[in-house]
């Protein structure tokens, strides 16, 4: 019974993860006071201050962000494109 219910629970976290490509965050840096969207879910220590989302598409995640008062009202410059945080 014990393997059954690990076996689950490894299919699920395995399942999740695979589900979460194709995803945005919008995820405020608080040394920085900008909010940027990200590709990957992230892990809010040290300067991220939050990770908000998923959400399916980058136009979402946009909506978003402009929604969010931490977040400042003019839009970050054109060539950047969605990065994934650092994560240690």
Same mark, same amino acid.
């Given at each position: 019974?014990?393997?059954?219910? =690990?076996?689950?629970?490894? /299919?699920?976290?395995?399942? /999740?993860? $695979?589900?979460? !490509?194709?995803?945005?965050?919008?995820?405020?840096?608080?040394?920085?006071?900008? $909010?940027?969207?990200? /590709?990957?879910?992230?892990?809010?220590?040290? &300067?991220?201050?939050?990770? !908000?989302?998923?959400?399916?598409? =980058?136009? &979402?995640?946009?909506?978003?962000?402009?929604?969010?008062?931490? $977040?400042?009202?003019? !839009?970050? @410059?054109?060539?950047? *494109? @969605?990065?994934?945080? &650092? *994560?240690?």
């Amino acid at each position: 019974m014990k393997v059954l219910i =690990l076996t689950g629970a490894m /299919t699920l976290a395995i399942g /999740t993860a $695979c589900f979460a !490509d194709g995803l945005y965050w919008v995820v405020g840096n608080s040394a920085t006071k900008q $909010c940027e969207i990200v /590709t990957s879910n992230p892990i809010v220590i040290g &300067d991220i201050s939050f990770g !908000d989302g998923p959400y399916r598409s =980058l136009d &979402d995640a946009n909506l978003a962000r402009s929604t969010i008062s931490f $977040c400042p009202k003019e !839009d970050p @410059p054109a060539e950047q *494109s @969605p990065s994934k945080p &650092d *994560s240690g």
